[in-house]
């Protein structure tokens, strides 16, 4: 078994806030040496496996085990009348269950679970179980369900009449995270009667305090540790297998690992929420806006994750950062058949994003003006209101952003005709499907705003423990969080903040465990904000014990000190349920994109040549990781604008696998021109404004619009496939 902590090099000056510390991870990970979950291992271990639905809505006759059990080297098969305590778990609402109990509604829901001596034979004797199902019909279109999660208006002013008026319909397909870390774990049954979970997740103690009434514990004696994690964006917020492997090692008294293959990742975590959306935008002749009305309908699927916060997102943020005196808004999530949805990059922002900017563009070219001008003339900055009433209280200078963006440079001109470019330069790359004889350019923008934290009144705060004391004469500080690390940088991040407060360069950041207080989720953007300010106000509470003396002389004066601190961000509140409005968020950051494309009109194919941003961060903490973060988050909505859609029939998923599923590569991501700035937020640690959504954001309609532009289709739906462009190619 294998536990990772982070250690800097030792006697390494330098390398605080606002510099390009080095990775502590990154040499493993380049050589293949990290220890992810999936390589989790102890002596005496069995594995797990899971048996799933192969229908979308179905009754649950009988469940026969018995031929399970008859294979050898099965040790165990547990059913829902296994489960030792409660039978239902869930984010915001305990609606989802262990394992399917009388019912299946979705595809893939759980339904009983096999330990064996070895993996494949798990599998096998998974598959031997027998079901008796009576199928029924699924409810799998989103506008026909009844069942509702929520439902939000945002409703304000009373004019809705204007000189200009456009409307649109607008769809997002289902987009899956696509981490290449599939789901694992590792769960050790404890002398006290307890389990320890080594774990690869995003919110170590809400996954404790799912497991404990499950497993029929206190949460005392459920103890998770993180484990690798490779790659999240949302999909390890909600439980897959860590329930699973805890039940049968209790059952078993032995550790029990669980590893989920691609295919099984595939049905073993949430997706993205697809939607549906009409909106209407009036304005003045000269592009001023006078109002907006929309319909959001996002598809929750089979149970509720996290989808009630996804529909407050999309609610308050439906219009964009623009001003808009009336407002007639209402984000609706209802329940389907379809597989469950929840946290993904950008969360209910994303979706009403590509809407209302796709609405902006159609508006600018009613109104005769360019698509930066339509957005300059409408845009927020401090002292506007969002559509809820909350006053955007720090700098959001976005009329500059969008100025400055339409400044970078752009690609040289497309040549005519056949060309004896690199094929690589093409729509279709080297397959040589064009020579450029039917390639034409087309250029976008795109805006968005996300809320960084979370929002609505919830308790949204972080716990850090900060231990400085002597080790081999040399001063050196440990750094204790249950922060979980996905690759966002924020094990270096913590140890950048303890070298700037301290003034020590020697600096652990210790695994991330349920040992030290919650640090909240790696979600919402929210943990250089929520952590860092924790390891901030800890590393003060030490220096302040310092009094005054350099470091060396004392620790040793005064021996080890320690230091635990919680941070809250100021207090939000919930919407209105009538009116929406309110203070719901803690903090809103701005991205802008500009992208150029080639396409292939004829063949639909669609080469993106260059993506250019420019975002404002508040402060900047670490120069490298947040071009990482904002690279990272364009290429998802690359990926959402022309790829990546999991495809959905009757409620059955029909591409699980990375062949049929396509996720954007190095080949796919063109270079990429950034323009970052740093107005502080007066509000938060350091001025800091979390980062690693807002490109997620504004990438995908920015694409969309250049598409557009190259191909003069109207292409209201995303992904943008080939056939959208070749089947009605105007020529």
Sequence with gaps: MTETAYTTLPNVSGHGVGESARRPDAALKVTGEFAYASDLWIDGMVWGATLRSPHASAWIRSIDVGPALRIPGVLAVLTHEDVPGAKFYGLEHKDQPVLAIDQVRYQGEPVALVAADHPETARRAAAAIVVEYEVREAVTDPRESA??????????????EAEVVVTGEYEVGMQDQAFLGPEAGLAVPAEDGGVDLYIATQWLHVDRDQLAPCLGLPPEK??????????????????????????????LDRPVKIVYGREESFFGHVHRHPARMRYEHGATRDGRLVYVKADILLDGGAYCSSSPAVVGNAASLGVGPYEVPNVDVVATGVYTNNPPCGAMRGFGAVQACYAYESQMDRLAEACGLSPVEIR???????????ITGQLIDSPAPLADMLRDLEALPTPGPLPDGPTGRDLRDLPGGVSQTTHGESVRRGVGYGVGIKNICFSEGFDDYSTARVRAELVGGEPHVTVHTAAAEVGQGLVTLQ??????????ANVTVATADTSVGSAGSSSASRQSYVTGGAVKAACEAVRERFKGLPAREALERFGPVEETRVYRHRPTYPMDPVTGQGDSHTQLALCVHRAVVDVDVELGLVKVVELAAVQDVGRIMNPQALEGQIHGGSAQGLGLALMEEIQVRDGKVLNPSFTDYLIPTILDMPPMQLKILENPDPAAPYGLRGAGEPPTLSSTPAIAAAVRAATGLRLTRVPIRPEDIALFNKG
């Design 147 to 160: 069942d509702v999660v929520r439902r939000q208006p945002v409703r304000y002013g009373d004019t809705f």
């Design 222 to 251: 459920v103890r998770l540790t993180l484990s690798g994690v490779g790659g999240a964006f949302g999909a390890r917020e909600d439980l897959s297998m860590q329930v699973h492997a805890c039940m049968l090692a209790l059952r």
């Design 376 to 386: 300059v003339r409408n845009a927020v900055s401090q002292g506007s209101r969002l």
């Design 495 to 504: 140890a950048q903040i303890a070298r700037t407060e301290l003034g020590i």
